[in-house]
């Protein structure tokens, strides 16, 4: 499975950027689907995740109301739309593929059955 994301770049505070990865190698409906962040000698946390259907969502209350996680499986891709950002979102930003989400994802499920497969980060900047 390979993971391409893209979309990155610098935007001012209260912009929006959306984030879009694309799969390939495998049906997309095989994973569930998450975006994490991880800023300079900091742990890579995660952001927004969705179920393989996309019925289902998990945001991290920092980014909750803000990002927006959906997926096209169609076209093999997810996007995340990412609205009224802040200097706080600066980070490096990674998609990732885990197959062993179910439909019910929280915060748990994201820790304990970490992904399997990851894409190269894109850089996230917001200026003030």
């Known amino acids: 499975v390979q993971l391409q994301a893209s979309g990155g770049g610098l935007v001012q505070v209260g912009g929006s950027l959306r984030l879009s990865c694309a799969v390939s190698?495998?049906?997309?409906?095989?994973?569930?689907m998450g975006w994490y962040r991880q800023g300079s000698g900091k742990e890579r946390d995660i952001v927004a995740a969705?179920?393989?259907?996309?019925?289902?969502?998990y945001y991290t209350d920092s980014v909750k109301g803000r990002f927006t996680l959906s997926r096209d499986n169609n076209k093999n891709t997810i996007y995340l739309q990412m609205d009224n950002l802040k200097p706080d979102d600066t980070d490096v930003y990674y998609c990732?593929?885990?197959?062993?989400?179910?439909?019910?994802?929280?915060?748990?499920?994201?820790?304990?059955?970490?992904?399997?497969?990851w894409g190269q980060g894109t850089q996230v900047t917001v200026s003030s």
């Open positions: 990732a593929a885990a197959p062993l989400w179910g439909e019910n994802i929280t915060y748990e499920t994201t820790y304990y059955y970490p992904p399997q497969y």
């Open positions: 190698g495998r049906t997309l409906s095989n994973y569930g």
């Open positions: 969705i179920s393989w259907s996309g019925r289902s969502t």
